[in-house]
Every structure is written in structure tokens, then in C-alpha cells.
């Protein structure tokens, strides 16, 4: 009688620790299928860019795929570059990068795809594959 209690309680102790694992088994597999799903949806909403800068004396750096979250042109330049700006108008105006200022008759601006946006650095959106162009030059609008 007393070998058949150990036994069944041995039965007992056996199934719960299936029940039991089974359980955590499964708990771990729907975080890792969250976790996968949050960085899939992080990964779709980043843009991978590429940004060079000319500092107007010969001197280009390119950076070939800057990965973002925020995707606007001025935020690209700040995943690389040290930046400072000036705000006129509410609008962000780059002044100076990696201490590289502006002069009296040298500005930074940039061009997306080989084009001058008619939108400020923080308003223009950015997309992947876009090629971002920061320059020190003089006015490109006269």
C-alpha cells in the first residue's frame, strides 16, 4: 500500500511538472513572438539613408547607411554630426557642423536625391534609399 501511494504521488508529481513546463514553454514562446513583432514593426519604420557632408574646403565625409527613426533631413545630419542651429521663425536654421560654421557668404544646406527641397531640414521627410547631401556653399537661391 505505502509503495502505491509513493507511486502515485511520484505520477502526481510527474504530470504537474509537465503541466508546468508545458506552460512556461509556452509563455516564453508568445514573448519571443511579441519581441519579434515590435522589431519587425521598429524595423519597418526605420529609413536607412546615406549623408555626406562637403565642409566647402575639399573636405567630404559620407556616411553610407545611417539607420533612423526620426526621418527628417536634420535629424540624419545630428545621427552623424555634431550640429548646431539657430532658430529663426520657429524654423531650425544649421549654423555649424562638427564646429564647421557658416560664414557671410557660406551656408549649409542640403539637397535630397540631388534636389534642393523647398521645405526646412526638420520638415523634410526622408525615406530608404534617399541620398542626403549637406554642403557648405555659397546660396544655391541666388
Request: glycine share 6%; net charge neutral; charged share 15%.
Amino acid at each position: 500500500m505505502a509503495s502505491q501511494r509513493v507511486l502515485v504521488l511520484a505520477l502526481a508529481v510527474c504530470a504537474l511538472w509537465g503541466i508546468v513546463g508545458t506552460a512556461t514553454s509556452i509563455y516564453y514562446y508568445q514573448q519571443t513572438m511579441n519581441y519579434y513583432q515590435q522589431m519587425m514593426t521598429i524595423r519597418s519604420s526605420l529609413a536607412v539613408v546615406s549623408v555626406s557632408i562637403d565642409y566647402g574646403n575639399g573636405t567630404t565625409r559620407t556616411y553610407p547607411e545611417v539607420h533612423l527613426f526620426k526621418d527628417t533631413a536634420l535629424e540624419a545630419l545630428r545621427a552623424v554630426a555634431n550640429v548646431s542651429t539657430t532658430s529663426y521663425a520657429g524654423t531650425a536654421f544649421v549654423t555649424a557642423v562638427n564646429g564647421v560654421p557658416q560664414s557671410s557668404d557660406k551656408f549649409w544646406q542640403f539637397w535630397v536625391n540631388g534636389e534642393a527641397p523647398m521645405t526646412a531640414a526638420e520638415a523634410t521627410l526622408l525615406q530608404s534609399g534617399d541620398r542626403l547631401e549637406w554642403k557648405l556653399a555659397k546660396s544655391a537661391f541666388g
